[in-house]
């Protein structure tokens, strides 16, 4: 029998490339995201596709998105915890509050709800895998990222934590930590359609595939391999905050 992902954040960069990547392997997948037009378009391109639209910050829309599902779809095997943005890069003193507030509640609140509900079912039926895309920027701090940076570190402890509140039940947790991907990533954060023409100039970025096959991987191991974290890094990234440009 087929399996059911369920991706978060699947209408742009490393969630679309994760759902493609997955539907061609054979899951039946669920996508989300605010953007019902991307997300319909999607589906049409993949067979067995449920699209969900909701605000993942919204906690009754997450929770009756989930409970509403129809019941051919309701067995979700794998949670891929996608959905995530930083807005601004600033020192902490300059940042906007509506920035803090909109990423503590999608990367880290957001998370939390959608995982709260599938994670229930995963426990009454003893299996199923989450994946949590967090980011260097969980490994390391840097400035002008403060509050990004704690939120994907936040990422980071609810894996590991997770990991071993979900143990008992023979669920596996990971997470997938990438570097620089050239996604809408830019564009989001610093506001400006150009964004990516400035921030991904003089080296090869990833792209969002590169991450959609490092989540493949994870998603096709046997039963008894659990791949706890993959750090992935463009060749020209050293660190967080070190690159090779030309
Ligand atoms: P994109 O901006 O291309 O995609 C972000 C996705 O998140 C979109 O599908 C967006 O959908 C969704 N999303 C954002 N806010 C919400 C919300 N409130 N409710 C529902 N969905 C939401 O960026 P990436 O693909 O790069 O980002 C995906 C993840 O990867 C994020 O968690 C990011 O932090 C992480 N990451 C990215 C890196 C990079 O360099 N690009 C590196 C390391 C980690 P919509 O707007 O339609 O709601
Ligand atoms: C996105 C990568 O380095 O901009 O998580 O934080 S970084």
């Known amino acids: 029998m087929k399996k059911t992902a ?15 990547a997955l539907s061609n392997k054979g899951f039946r997948v669920i996508i989300t995201g605010r953007r019902q037009d991307r997300l319909q378009s999607l589906c049409n391109q993949l067979t067995d596709c449920l699209a969900l639209n909701f605000d993942i910050r919204d906690q009754i829309q997450v929770y009756e998105a989930i409970k509403n ?9 794998l949670l891929i915890n996608n959905a995530g943005l930083a807005a601004g890069l600033e020192p902490l003193h300059e940042n906007l509050i509506d920035d803090w507030e ?13 995982t709260k509900i599938i994670a229930k079912q995963m426990v009454q039926r003893q299996q199923g895998q989450i994946i949590n895309v ?38 596996k ?21 150009d964004a990516n023409q400035k921030v991904y100039a003089g080296y090869q ?9 490092a989540i493949t991987y994870m998603a096709t191991r046997p039963p008894h391999v659990n791949i706890a974290d993959i750090l992935i890094l463009p060749t020209a990234q050293a660190s967080a905050t070190v690159f090779n440009k030309k």
């Open 69 to 77: 599902l129809p019941k051919e779809w309701s067995q979700i095997d």
């Open 205 to 213: 970025p990833l792209k969002a595939d590169d991450i959609a096959d």
């Open 102 to 114: 909109q990423m503590i509640d999608t990367n880290i609140k957001g998370l939390l709800y959608i």
């Open 134 to 171: 967090s980011s260097i920027a969980g490994k390391e701090a840097y400035g002008k990222g403060a509050v990004y940076c704690a939120t994907k570190h936040a990422v980071e402890a609810l894996t590991k934590a997770m990991r071993i509140d979900f143990n008992p039940y023979g669920i």
């Open 6 to 20: 369920l991706i978060t954040g699947a209408t742009s960069g490393i969630g679309k490339a994760t759902a493609i």
């Open 173 to 193: 947790v990971g997470s997938v930590s990438p570097g620089a991907v050239e996604t809408e990533f830019s564009i989001v954060r610093l506001k400006d359609p």
